[in-house]
């Protein structure tokens, strides 16, 4: 097992990073890490004595005081170093830098800086090093005006703010799953292709130097900022506004529409009321509409009192829709504790839609048998099923 911490984890590359990783449970150990570690010396020192590689990706992003930003960054590398020399540690250090190393601002100068420290510290220590230089990172649950400019489009068109674009850019893309994956990568000892090739396959090749100052990740997509906003209304107008699933050609929008869901409130978006058309014949209710996502569409019985699920996924979006009988559905994040509860009817037909990382259940709440409507938006593959249980 390998031991492996993350300064940083509780942001949004970190927290992602550390959720991929503990799937990795096999391989992996993960040593918890809190921010308030670096007041601590004492704390800071038994977390870098119990790792194998620390992952730095601890870092000040924004500031209304600029000189804040590079002090800050630059502390938290002198932090980690000095622990390890006073202590004769020698983790295997894998650097977060990024693309901004090559402009003039506080934030890249402290992450180019910063490299530069660990890489002269590796020489010195006979230590492992890898500096990563990373492109855009995007994905769910990111901070709005902080981590990324998709994550402040998503949140503004979902609350019905009208975002803005300041300088009409290309911007190059990797989502922070992609990323996560190339850093296990690394962990289990291969490194990157040290090329952006803008490919949506990253050739890897076996550890040859134990310090590689310089790796350059791939992006895997480019959009220019008017087009990214583009779709992410579309999203609202398809999805947020009509309940009806957009056509998503290709892994990038995949990533895209699941990011955007993931800036909408829940707990109050759902469940959604269905319209029931009713007749001499019965009744008709159009459960789910679609622009060519395909899928799989199912349906279970439960018996009284029985619960099912309590899994999560990672990239897939699933539907839930009772259709006879009473039942409670719960879902939670992963890494938090509040749980999110719904009661639904088949007399009132409605539906909720799982958000990736949120395990989830439903349990039959009445006196007969519960039928539940199911929908997924790809076939089941048992290789490659992407379905981990965790209780609520």
Same mark, same amino acid.
């Given at each position: 097992?390998?031991?492996?911490?993350? %300064?940083?984890?509780?942001?949004?590359?970190?927290?992602?990073?550390?959720?991929?990783?503990?799937?990795?449970?096999?391989?992996?150990? &993960?040593?918890?890490?809190?921010?308030?570690?670096?007041? *601590?010396?004492?704390?800071?020192?038994?977390?870098?004595?119990?790792?194998?590689?620390?992952?730095?990706?601890?870092?000040?992003?924004?500031?209304?005081?600029?000189?804040?930003?590079?002090?800050?960054?630059?502390?938290?590398?002198?932090?980690?170093?000095?622990?390890?020399?006073?202590?004769?540690?020698?983790?295997?250090?894998?650097?977060?830098?990024?693309?901004?190393?090559?402009? *003039?601002?506080?934030?890249?100068?402290?992450?180019?800086?910063?490299?530069?420290?660990?890489?002269?510290?590796?020489?010195?220590?006979?230590?492992?090093?890898?500096?990563?230089?990373?492109?855009?990172?995007?994905?769910?649950?990111?901070?709005?005006?902080?981590?990324?400019?998709?994550?402040?489009?998503?949140?503004?068109?979902?609350?019905?703010?009208?975002?803005?674009?300041?300088?009409?850019?290309?911007?190059?893309?990797?989502?922070?799953?992609?990323?996560?994956?190339?850093?296990?990568?690394?962990?289990?000892?291969?490194?990157?292709?040290?090329?952006?090739?803008?490919?949506?396959?990253?050739?890897?090749?076996?550890?040859?130097?134990?310090?590689?100052?310089?790796?350059?990740?791939?992006?895997?997509?480019?959009?220019?900022?008017?087009?990214?906003?583009?779709?992410? %209304?579309?999203?609202?107008?398809?999805? =947020?506004?009509?309940?009806?699933?957009?056509? &998503?050609?290709?892994? +990038?929008? &995949?990533?895209?529409?699941?990011?955007?869901?993931?800036?909408?409130?829940?707990?109050?978006? #759902?469940?959604?009321?269905?319209?029931?058309?009713? *007749?001499?014949?019965?009744? =008709?209710?159009?459960?789910?509409?679609?622009?060519?996502?395909?899928?799989?569409?199912? #349906?279970? @019985?439960?018996?009284?009192?029985? @619960?099912?699920?309590?899994?999560?996924?990672?990239?897939?979006?699933?539907?839930?829709?009772?259709?006879?009988?009473?039942?409670?559905?719960?879902?939670?994040?992963?890494?938090?504790?509040?749980? &999110?509860? +719904?009661?639904?009817?088949?007399?009132?037909?409605?539906?909720?839609?799982?958000?990736?990382?949120?395990?989830?259940?439903?349990?039959?709440?009445?006196?007969?048998?519960?039928?539940?409507? #199911?929908?997924?938006?790809?076939?089941?593959?048992?290789?490659?099923?992407?379905?981990?249980?965790?209780?609520?």
């Amino acid at each position: 097992m390998i031991k492996v911490g993350i %300064t940083g984890q509780s942001g949004f590359i970190g927290s992602n990073l550390f959720n991929h990783l503990s799937l990795k449970n096999n391989e992996i150990k &993960l040593i918890n890490f809190k921010d308030e570690y670096f007041d *601590d010396d004492n704390v800071l020192k038994d977390f870098v004595k119990n790792c194998d590689i620390i992952v730095h990706l601890a870092a000040l992003n924004r500031h209304n005081k600029p000189e804040e930003i590079y002090n800050t960054n630059i502390k938290l590398v002198e932090k980690l170093i000095d622990i390890a020399d006073k202590n004769s540690y020698k983790p295997h250090i894998i650097f977060s830098s990024s693309t901004q190393e090559y402009l *003039d601002n506080p934030y890249g100068r402290s992450k180019k800086i910063g490299r530069k420290l660990f890489v002269d510290w590796a020489k010195k220590a006979d230590a492992k090093f890898t500096g990563l230089i990373i492109p855009n990172v995007y994905g769910p649950f990111g901070q709005p005006f902080y981590n990324s400019v998709i994550s402040t489009f998503s949140h503004q068109i979902v609350n019905n703010e009208t975002p803005r674009i300041e300088i009409d850019s290309e911007m190059k893309l990797i989502y922070v799953f992609e990323l996560a994956e190339i850093i296990y990568k690394i962990i289990m000892g291969s490194i990157p292709k040290n090329d952006i090739s803008g490919e949506s396959d990253v050739e890897f090749t076996k550890r040859n130097s134990d310090i590689i100052e310089e790796t350059l990740i791939p992006y895997f997509y480019k959009i220019k900022v008017s087009g990214l906003l583009k779709v992410l %209304t579309e999203y609202k107008e398809t999805y =947020f506004d009509n309940g009806i699933f957009p056509l &998503l050609k290709n892994k +990038f929008q &995949l990533n895209l529409f699941n990011t955007f869901r993931s800036y909408i409130d829940t707990g109050n978006y #759902f469940p959604k009321k269905l319209k029931l058309n009713t *007749d001499e014949r019965g009744s =008709f209710i159009e459960v789910i509409k679609n622009e060519g996502t395909g899928g799989q569409t199912s #349906f279970s @019985t439960t018996k009284k009192n029985i @619960t099912r699920g309590n899994h999560f996924h990672t990239r897939k979006i699933e539907r839930f829709l009772v259709i006879s009988g009473n039942a409670e559905i719960n879902m939670r994040k992963i890494n938090t504790n509040d749980i &999110l509860t +719904f009661n639904v009817s088949g007399n009132e037909p409605s539906y909720i839609d799982m958000p990736v990382w949120y395990t989830h259940n439903i349990k039959n709440t009445g006196e007969g048998e519960l039928m539940t409507l #199911f929908w997924i938006n790809e076939l089941f593959d048992k290789e490659n099923p992407d379905t981990f249980f965790e209780k609520v």
